[in-house]
């Protein structure tokens, strides 16, 4: 059974060693997907994007979720605020 892994990306320098690294990891059991979120018209991407709760890239899903290390949560204004961004 093939081993569905999908990568999401903004095609930037920070996310293509990643891109690279999956690829250098996988096996023949492995069946990979980039999503590059900067493409216009990647609707695709952004629907799985948005099902798998991506909230940073780059992350990577297998066999439909979002593995443990991409699960960090989103940025809110209260990270903004405790890190003293707003404060005069």
Same mark, same amino acid.
């Given at each position: /059974? ?8 903004? &095609?930037?320098?920070?996310?293509? #060693?990643?891109?690279? =690294? ?14 590059? =979120? ?6 695709? &991407?952004?629907?799985? /994007?948005?099902?798998?709760?991506? @909230?940073?890239? #780059?992350?990577?899903?297998?066999? &439909? @979720? =979002? ?12 990270? =903004?605020v405790n890190a003293g961004i707003g404060s005069c």
């Open positions: /059974m093939k081993r569905q892994i999908e990568v999401f990306t903004a &095609g930037c320098p920070v996310c293509e #060693p990643v891109v690279a =690294l999956v690829k250098e990891t996988a096996c023949e059991n492995c069946e990979i997907t980039i999503h590059n =979120l900067s493409e216009k018209g990647n609707t695709d &991407g952004i629907t799985k /994007m948005k099902e798998y709760g991506v @909230k940073r890239l #780059p992350a990577i899903a297998v066999n &439909g @979720k =979002l593995i443990d290390c991409c699960k960090n949560a989103e940025i809110t204004k209260d990270d =903004l």
